[in-house]
């Protein structure tokens, strides 16, 4: 019999918890969809007025919306593949013997961009990145490329951050699954064939996969979640080459005061997130 | 970021040590002020030059009155969303800072008190008010709305050319250029050189390229937003030149102009990286103190350029009025606040700490032009300025954030300029349409 | 792997201290141009020996009041944090030790709450707030912080929870222990390192988080980085000061996270490689 346990028992211990997540995050969810499903400016409170699913059909329709929800994913398809690229390399050398105190000097390291206040990080790359008072630029041996006003740079220095930020994350993880390989089985492995590649591809990649899978699902969530570092660095400029789609929510809503088109546009990311959320841990967590 | 001041107990005392009292008839602001010793005023200031003035000069109102004044400060771009949600949610401010473009929204959702409630009641109303020594285009621009006044005139800007005359010299020109066409044609190509850039207009995706890059080219060129019809009216021959001069004067920008803001143009400007720039009076201390700037003993002002349809100068700045949430007590200690501020008799002193008062008989001494040498320029400007420079209506703040991303995309040359006029002409009078301008429902008034 | 050839660790050497430098780098330009004068931290191109001054650092913290809002940061995260913890353990004991219909729907609602956008809730909350008269107090980002600690607490204590044999439980049982008991005196004490973690990043994405503090505060319960990202957009670009904020708000975070960098790998790794 294990596991059963009476209703009040359950409820007792879960209720809390769910009681105060519904409150916290239900609560407001029912509120934007009343609001998305009104004419619903901050600025025209008298005029409010149901309006069905006008907001929705305008963000639907609304290429603005789109270019930024693609702006978003191209973020995605370009950082990751980077971080996992740079995060792998970093958890193989780390993985190897020897240098241990450099190495332990090096996985401490790891932990400090990913501990930084994200908002912080956005304050010190329009520092580091200005054009002329930069020190990338003049690292860069005085080149004089103009980073924060160009749209094509800022997206650049974006995802630099982005990968600057979340490579060490990856690579944590990664030499967390290289560590679980068996010495033995890796050993024999490598007696076998001299190509690294080899050993990577069929001995370690094994297990690699439910670290990767995490990676996925994680640098998903927080790329559509993504506001705080581009907020402090760029605001989504030069133009809107780097408004991503919360960026983009938070300026309608706010900026705008058109609480009613933000809170559909809301809600039809968080009808994103979850279609993706759901089918990512269907299809790669088989646990509970 | 609360002042240092004297407790609410220690005041009342002075009150009676000084005998405040006494003084019988005649209005003094100690006794005016006496009924709301100890009452706090919550008010948004921003991070400029006229604010941190008077936040010097605060202390003394806070002693004389007791009242004491809480600043909440907040970059500009941020001081709108903050004033908005504060006053939805019916929150602490008790003062509206008010940007020119804000009036008519602020005013509409009535937020804000028109002065009369104060000015008809004798205990409050200084008798030196004197409201006709306000420029009357800045009190009714900056503070009045549908023939109203709500705010007295506070941090008031008009648009200057800055100019770098040891750059100019060097180059061969003993003065400013008078028209924006010269100043594309002569004096672009002859400043731009050598990592250095003859102009510099701020033109970021934010208030900045509503006010400062926009409608500082359509104006000039005969443009204008909107026509007598209230429909948009920047496909016209005039306003679609104003915005091809603008993307052609762009070769005599730094690079990335279109993520300048005020504070990046300025320091552009402080560090002799551009020659010239056309900024608002307000940043005149910026760039003339040394802790601040390279360039501080280069720096003159000139009036705006002229364009084909003559000088018009960026008119913007702010007034200060009381809120509508505020209660009794409050209302009463703001509004003495907010007289105070804008008073003749401080005038002089705001303008020696930074400030830049729009009070007549402030620059009435000649030889104030010495020291600030905007000051005749700006006279100039606000004779006679363009109150609609931006509409002032309800609906700005929607309109300004297509005008911003429109306004990019044209610069940056992902759009057309006739492409992009036309796509934020249709945005603009969808929000019009919208308010019900088109059926009626609203007068054309901006 | 003793008898590896020598060479390869001056290549490896090589990369390991470019990484290190790459991760280390910002931090070292952030603290150094916190301590330039204004006109010093605009120069171009940038000093890299200057004369230091700590003038940023006084301003920041005695003028401008960073010091409140540091506070601010630490009693809402310390807050949330312990929260979290209380409401989302014994969430987690039932999900990862009783069977009931639906378990799997509860553990992906509160798990797809940490992929859930801030801006999506911000609006509501904002107007629920104000309705409330909950803004700008700290009670308001207690709360609603824990729409990313909840998830976090039960996502890596459920599974830490799992680890804990299950032949512990059922001898206490058989003594007639209620179930809090077997959680309390068996369960946690050996899934302790799985709180600690979940607390850990539960406090950390707390002190960094911005949107919520920008939008729901405005003085009183002002947080950190929401007060550095006032300082933009002035008129003077004090690049100094805003490092100088900065360094105040990232310096005891990551000292934080050093000292708990074992558990804070732990954590990450936890339900990544299993």
Redesign the interface.
Known sequence: MRGKVSRKTIFAFIGPAVIGLALVGIAPLAYAIWTSLHFFNLTKLRKVKFIGLDNYGSVLSDPVFWEAMGRTFFLLGTALPLQIAFGLCISLVLHQPGLSLLKSLTRLSLVLPMATTYAVVGLLGQVMFNQKFGVVNQLLGGAGINWIGDPTNAFAMIIFWDVWQWTPFVALVLLAGLTMVPGEVEEAARLETKKKWIVLRHVQLPFLVPGLVAILILRTADTLKLFDMVFTLTRGGPGASTEFISLMIQRVGFRGFDQGLASAQAIILLIITIVLAQVYIRVFYKEV | ?KLNRLPAAAAAAAIFATGALADGHGWSLKKAAEPYAGTTVDVVF????GYEAIEAMLPAFEEETGINI?I???????A???Q???F?????LDIALIDLVWIG?FAE?EWILPIDEFTSNEALVDPDLDIDDFFPLVLNAFGGWNGTIYGLPFDNYSGLLFYNTCILEEAGFDGPPQTWQELKDVYGPALTKD?KHAFALQS???ETQSADSFARVIWPFGGSFLDENFRSNLLSEESQAGLMFRQDLMQYM???????????T??AF??G?VAMITEWS??YS?VVSP??S?VADCVAIAPEPTGPAGRKPALGGFSLAVAAQADDDERAAAWLFIQWATSKANAGEYLERGGVPARVSAYADPALAETFKFIPALVESWQDGVPEFRPRF?EW??IT?IVQ?WG??I??G?VSTEEGARILGERMEAVLEEAGYYSGDKPLAQ | MAGRPRKPLWGQAAVLIAILLLCVFPFYWMVTTSLKTHIVALEAPPAWLFEPTIENYREALFEDGVFKTLANSLIIAVCTTALALALGVPAAFALARFEFRGKRDLWFWFITNRMVSPIVLALPFFLIARNLGLLDKHITLILIYLTFNLPIVIWIVTDQFRGVPYDLDEAARLEGASQFRIMRSICLPLAMPGVAVSAIFAFIFSWNELMFGLILTRNDAKTAPAMAVSFMEGYNLPYGKIMATSTLIVVPVLIFALLASKQLVRGLTMGAVK
């Open positions: 970021m921003l991070l400029r030059p809480n909440i400060k907040h970059p500009y771009e941020n709108l969303g903050e908005v949600r504060d939805v949610a019916g929150g602490d929204n959702n990592g970021k995706r934010n730094p690079d990335g102009i279109v993520a300048y803001d005020h504070a990046e300025v320091n402080a560090q990286d307000a940043f910026t802790e601040t390279k309800a703040p929607e954030e991303e990019s995309k610069m940056l992902e």
